[in-house]
């Protein structure tokens, strides 16, 4: 298939389809149509602020929904990847008890079962299938909302949507479930070369079997809705012969998916009186309405999004994926989208697109996107000051600058302090920026601005009571109208506290205050040079840093950092895979346990290499990868518990080392370019009072 000319803005327009759905319905969720009306009314717009919760949350929809197409990038981008495979990403990206999934108990939450399941060697589809765990735990709505992705790699392909959405759904799902998510998949995938719903629908029905319980749903509803725009008397029906009483279980795909056929077909061509049905509707609002969004934002691409109230501005593109990789659990809609793009065009037979503008992490290059940026502040920041995308810049209009005054945009590296109210889903993550690498930007003051206006670098970081500072770099840059200039900043130590945020601070000190900043391209590179201590303060964000599997993260001990294991190996961790060549030094303590050290480029909790201590008297590099271990390199150590050591460990290139005083061991690897650093402990306890990341 060939990829259609406007891929790019439809994958995007489908990511924030998704967005929008799941942040409109995600704070009543589960409610009822009745209740619904009572208490809220017809769902026309964001109600979060009416119900006290934050707009922007973590939620399985969008964690799972981005997350288990990395089992492409990990196990060969293939229409053929297996079931398998992405069971191999659950083991690998999903944090027990803390990411992605409702962990509701086994026989209760679908995903739960099938995550135990896997853990316990049964192999994808059997762990999700009829067989293993009945029809009611099988039949669930989770294999429907995750599988947009797999939508958006396959522009015009609905055969391999389809094939991927079966093997992704039958990790965790079966029968029904399976027959939707299938059918919804293909549906998504046809809508980047149709508008025709009908003609989405057949095709979504083409690869489901005609005897399905999902097939006779849409029969019924194609007839219900056929000349009747009334949409509540086709709701009540769907009630009548579909409803919850019908289906056992707490979220049963089949009413659930009832609910999204009958507000298409209700609102073929109209986002928003798609969302305010699906929503209004009740039962499981955000699954919903985020499946619907995907597909309408695909079908209708940005125009779609933007032709009824402001949907994006209060988004701003923001999206949390928590998983085990940290580095990229804080991320934007366009930056989700360019990878997806890039996954669908390499499914595709055809080369991926360049990273925009050299790789900045901070590009905005899609139309309209922000990546993020808000005036500093959020949405009810100092007045006179606009943030918008303008698809090349990111544009900062600031009035009013009266010298003294300011006017700041920044957006989130690391978990925003609305984490601590976020429902259900724990956001998982660490800070995409650390001390020791240099911050840049590039600027550019238009033409017709009046006066020069000063700007500077700013990081936001928390500090010992979980409130955020501002650090900025020490000069400001003068940007006469018309000029353009680079900033750069090497980011300093913030006293071992996690950093928040980053931006652009504008001043204007001759008091000539109206004008706009176009910001070109912002991002970091280089290798941390950061040292991990517990800081003063009772402030927790530094810990939440951690990306965090173990079962005891201890501020109980006089140790600064101490993990202890009940089962199995534990681990905590920061950096992403961006961090390639780079040294890990160490004062080290193992209290417990048969082996203990230092992780280094971490992918994930099943992909990284170690280098240990055992009980046994040795010290190894080891490399573990998806449940298998082996002992790349090893020499003898005299281990002994409760005895302070110094471990430094390096990756570079394919070269593996570690030390400790004149024990030196090293070996060769090429199975992990890149990835986090951190410590690990196997069934016992190891603290640390300080861990630094260098150069090597």
């Known amino acids: 298939m060939s990829i259609p000319s406007d891929y790019q803005d439809r994958v995007y327009a489908g990511v924030l389809g998704k967005l929008i759905g799941v942040y409109l319905g995600r704070p009543f969720e589960n409610w009822r149509y009745r209740d619904i009306l009572q208490k809220l009314g017809p769902i026309e717009y964001y109600v979060h602020d009416r119900l006290g919760d934050p707009l922007i949350v973590t939620d399985d929809d969008i964690a799972g929904t981005f997350t288990f197409p990395r089992a492409l990038d990990d196990y060969g981008i293939s229409a053929d990847l297996s079931a398998e495979d992405i069971g191999k990403a659950w083991l690998n990206y999903i944090i027990e008890e803390r990411s992605i999934l409702w962990w509701g108990g086994a026989g209760n939450s679908t995903e739960h079962t099938a995550w135990l399941n896997l853990r316990r060697g049964i192999k994808a589809p059997e762990s999700g299938s009829i067989a293993t765990n009945g029809a009611t735990v099988a039949e669930q709505i989770g294999a429907q909302i995750f599988i947009d992705g797999w939508a958006l790699v396959s522009p015009g392909n609905p055969a391999q949507a389809a094939k991927l959405a079966r093997a992704a759904g039958s990790v965790s799902h079966d029968g029904e479930s399976v027959n939707a998510a299938v059918l919804w998949a293909a549906m998504e995938a046809e809508a980047f070369v149709s508008r025709d719903v009908n003609h989405l629908l057949d095709t979504g029905l083409s690869y489901i079997p005609k005897d399905s319980l999902i097939a006779k749903l849409i029969a019924d509803i194609r007839e219900w809705t056929s000349g009747n725009e009334d949409w509540e008397a086709t709701r009540q029906r769907i009630e009548d012969n579909y409803g919850y009483d019908k289906h056992p279980g707490n979220c049963h795909v089949v009413p659930n998916h009832a609910l999204m056929i009958m507000a298409l077909l209700h609102a073929p061509h109209d986002f928003q009186r798609g969302q305010m049905i699906v929503n209004t509707s009740g039962w499981d609002t955000d699954c919903n309405a985020g499946n ?41 809609a366009a930056e989700i989208a360019l990878w997806l793009e890039n996954l669908g065009r390499k499914l595709a037979g055809e080369e991926a697109l360049p990273a925009p503008k050299g790789g900045a992490q901070f590009h905005f290059s899609l139309p309209g996107s922000v990546q993020g940026f808000l005036p500093q502040g959020g949405e009810t920041a100092l007045a006179g000051l606009k943030v918008s995308g303008t698809g090349s810049a990111l544009a900062i209009d600031y009035h009013a600058l009266a010298p003294g005054r300011e006017a700041a945009a920044t957006t989130a590296v690391f978990s925003p302090r609305d984490a601590t109210r976020m429902r259900t889903y724990d956001l998982v993550a660490s800070p995409r920026i650390h001390a020791g690498q240099t911050l840049r930007a590039e600027v550019r003051a238009e033409a017709q601005n009046a006066g020069t206006v000063e700007a500077k670098l700013r990081l936001r970081h928390y500090d010992g009571t979980d409130m955020l500072v501002d650090l900025d770099m020490a000069q400001a840059v003068a940007v006469s109208p018309g000029k353009s200039a680079t900033l750069e900043w090497t980011v300093p130590e913030t006293g071992f506290q996690p950093i928040a945020e980053i931006g652009i ?6 008091g000539r205050c109206n004008g706009r900043v176009l910001v070109e391209k912002l991002w970091w590179d280089g290798v941390p040079d950061v040292t991990f201590k517990r800081p003063a303060g009772t402030g927790d964000f530094w810990r939440r840093a951690f990306v965090s599997n173990v079962h005891f993260f201890s501020k109980h001990f006089q140790q600064d950092i ?33 082996y203990g050290g230092l992780v280094l480029r971490a992918e994930g909790q099943e992909r990284y290499y170690l280098a240990r201590v055992t009980l046994d008297g040795a010290l190894e590099i080891v490399r573990r990868k998806d449940g298998a271990e082996e002992v790349l390199a090893s020499t003898p150590y005299d281990t002994r518990l409760e005895t302070a050591f110094t471990m430094t460990a390096e990756v570079s290139g394919n070269r593996i080392a570690a030390r400790i005083g004149e024990t030196r061991v090293e070996a060769r690897d090429d199975s992990f370019a890149g990835g986090a650093a951190g410590m690990l402990v196997r069934e016992g306890a ?4 300080r861990i630094r990341v260098r150069p090597v």
Request: proline share 5%; hydrophobic share 35%.
């Open 686 to 689: 190891l603290s640390s009072t």
């Open 562 to 594: 101490r993990i202890s294991q009940n089962r199995g190996d534990g681990m905590i961790m920061q950096g992403g895979r961006s961090w390639t060549d780079y040294a890990v030094e160490a004062d080290l303590m193992l209290h417990l346990g048969p």
């Open 292 to 332: 619907l969004g995907c597909l309408h934002g695909i079908m209708l691409g940005l125009d779609g999004l933007e032709a009824g109230p402001d949907w994006r501005g209060p988004v701003a593109d923001r999206l949390f994926i928590s998983t085990a990789d940290g580095g990229r659990s804080v991320t934007d």
């Open 505 to 510: 601070v504008l001043t204007s000190p001759d």
